[in-house]
């Protein structure tokens, strides 16, 4: 029988120096006292989790927020030892750690290095900073770009830089620079994602009343294009819909959701995806602590995706892939056939000409790319 695919691990840290205005994550401001109980809680997730994932091994993990960086050195290694102790992570594991400028010094980024962290995930988001104060970023455009020369200092050698645009006032030519700067700067992985204003968050609030906006859709679509073109000019390949990579430095973690594999997540809010069932822990940090020392469920979210769920979600995120998906292999591992199931749906998408299908394989054109949502939803 073949070996299982190897896991991936999501550790979530859900604190930040102050909640930006866009953001809808699982982050909190201002909770640094439940830092160490957090932590603790991690440990014991991790030690209900682990043997039910005995003898598979760990191929990435990923530390991300929140800010994982306002951890200071000796709480990183605890929760590293923690993981490492209970899972078989491997030694060539890819292990990221997200990290927001203003919350690393060289010396942090030495000892996360020292640790085995050997990817940086940097959200630098804007390099201009009027749109930096625009989100409600804490940090300059000065700091980011220092964080970036600290993580080159400090020995990382893959590092990623996530950036936002289509924030409001940014024109076409400002978000032309800023990738301009970031290709100069030469990171292995670039991540960018148009700003979305989620109900509930304080710019959707200003944007409701009328006090901002956001750039019209032909504006944020020449955003996307100026994105691919000018990185893919720079010699990086724009490998998933969002993401773009120098060769061989694809994100190994987030291919692992692409593909429907499997994953394990602990802490708050975190997600897992194990045996056919996905799981989501309850959001809040307190309650989640709570939880844990009593040794209760930790999950407020289980559910049992029936292959047919299954098979539809895999192809709503195999194709955010520019090289799509595999159909036969779907076919073997849900036992439907992508081809039958979905033939009205497909037909409807090639004539439009939004995706291309060839030699077993199933992608979405740069055409659909655009209309990527409507393309995925035909899926569900
Ligand atoms: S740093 Fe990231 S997670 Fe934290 S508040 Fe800002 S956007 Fe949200």
Known sequence: MAEAPMLGLYVHIPFCVRKCGYCDFNSYAGLEALVEPYLRAVALEAAVVGPK????RVG?????????????????????????????????AEVTVEVNPDTVSLAKLRRFRGLGVNRLSIGIQA???????????VH????????????????????????????????LADWRRTIQRVTQLRP????????????GTPMH?????????????????????SAAELLIAAGYEHYEVSNFALSGRRS???????????????GAGAHGYLNGCRYGNVAQPSEYIERAGAGRELAVLRERLSPAKALGEALMLGLRMREGVDLSELHRRFEIDPLQRYR??????????????????LWVTRAGLHLLDEVTLRFV
């Open 188 to 199: 292995e992985h670039v991540s960018a994602y148009a700003l979305t204003l989620e109900d």
């Open 127 to 137: 390099l201009e900073d009027a749109h930096l104060r625009r989100l409600g970023r």
């Open 252 to 266: 190994r973690h987030n291919q692992i959701y692409w593909r429907s594999e499997e994953y394990v997540g602990l």
């Open 205 to 225: 609030r200003e944007m409701a009343e009328g006090r901002i906006a956001l750039p019209p859709e032909e504006l944020e679509l020449a955003m996307a294009e």
């Open 344 to 361: 009205r749906e497909l037909d409807d998408l090639r004539r439009r000409g939004l995706i291309g299908m060839s030699n077993g394989r």
């Open 53 to 56: 994932v005995f003898g598979r």
């Open 140 to 171: 300059t455009a000065r700091a980011a770009l220092r964080s970036f020369a600290l993580a080159r200092d400090a020995g990382f050698a893959n590092i990623n830089v996530d950036l936002i645009y289509a924030i409001p006032e940014q024109s």
């Open 60 to 92: 990435t993990v990923y530390i991300g927020g929140g800010t994982p960086s306002v951890l200071h050195g000796p709480q990183m290694a605890r929760l590293l030892r923690c993981v490492r102790s209970v899972f078989a992570v491997e030694p060539d």
